[in-house]
Structure formats: C-alpha cells, structure tokens
C-alpha cells in the first residue's frame, strides 16, 4: 500500500513539474522575434553613419541598393553569435547590390574596436556617439536589424541574433520588386 501511495505522490510531482515546465516555456520560451515597428513600411530615417576607418555613409547615397542595417555592442553575446552569419551572408551579397552596415552603439570605442577586430565584419562599420541614429530606429537592445529595400522603405526589423537563412530570407523580401507593406 505505501508503495502505491509513494508511486501516486511520484506521478503527481512528474506531472506538476511537466506542467510549470509547459507553462515556463509558454510565457519565456523561444519567441519568434520578428516584431513589428511603425518604421516597417515607411520611409528609412536618413541618418550619416561614421565609420571607423573614418569615413562617413549616407543612407541618401544607398538608395537603389538594399540595404541591412544591425545595431550591435562588443558586450552583446548575441550580437557575437551572429556575427559569423552577417560576414558570410555579406560575402554572397557583396556584388549584388546589397550593402552591409554595422552600427555600434552603446559602448566604448575601445571595446567596440576589439569586437570589429574579433567578430566584425568586412563590411563597414561605425558607431552612433551622438545616438541619434538608434533614437530614430527606436533601437530597445542588441542586437537589431533593419531590412531596407532599394526605394528606400523598411521592408522588415528583427530583434535577436540572425542566422544565414534569415538573413536570405528578409534580403529576398527587401529585394523583391512588388514589396508592399
């Protein structure tokens, strides 16, 4: 009998522990994590991006190119675990009118410096020090990604580290020629 009752205590811990598991997960699992922003569908924010070898981007200048535009930080784990995934991708897309660009925020100019050195990319890279750009993307963390087509519009925004396949994904909604919001 008191095995009976041991077993019957056994199964119902089993079964409350699978439960708060289930419910865990429903309330802090893995979220799709693209998200709608007022900015999608709408005209990009022109902004001038410094780089760090110096010279300067103009968003006005890209227009009639897509454009991928990732907020990142040398301390963002994620923005680390994508990195690889934004450099290859860069290197498939490089010659087909898609233009990669890094925008450290932030941080400290030292740290983002041995982040690009480490993880970066060879595409080009600047920071926000005055963080007027990510005010303007409405940027809530790192790392962010903005999809921008070649008319200028913001085809899509993705919060959380990117894989290869996204990255195609959201290049090909950018770029596709009957994109609507």
Known sequence: MNILR????????????LFLGL????????????TTSPLVGNEAPPFTLELFNGQTVDLANLR????????????????????????????RY????????????????SGAMAFH?????????????NEEIQVNYGIGGVPETFFINPQGIITDKYNGPLTEEMLDYYIKRATAPDYSS
């Open 64 to 91: 009639g190119k897509t454009v991928v535009l990732n907020f990142w930080a040398s301390w963002c784990m994620p923005c680390r675990e994508e990195a690889l995934a934004l450099e290859k991708t860069w290197l």
């Open 6 to 17: 041991t077993g019957s205590k056994a199964a119902l811990l089993i079964v409350i522990i």
């Open 94 to 109: 490089k010659n087909d009118n898609v233009i990669f660009l890094g925008v450290n925020i932030w941080d400290e100019k």
């Open 117 to 129: 050195s480490k993880y970066g990319g060879s595409y080009n890279h600047g920071s926000d020090p």
């Open 23 to 34: 419910l865990s997960y429903a309330i802090f699992g893995n979220r799709v994590r693209e």
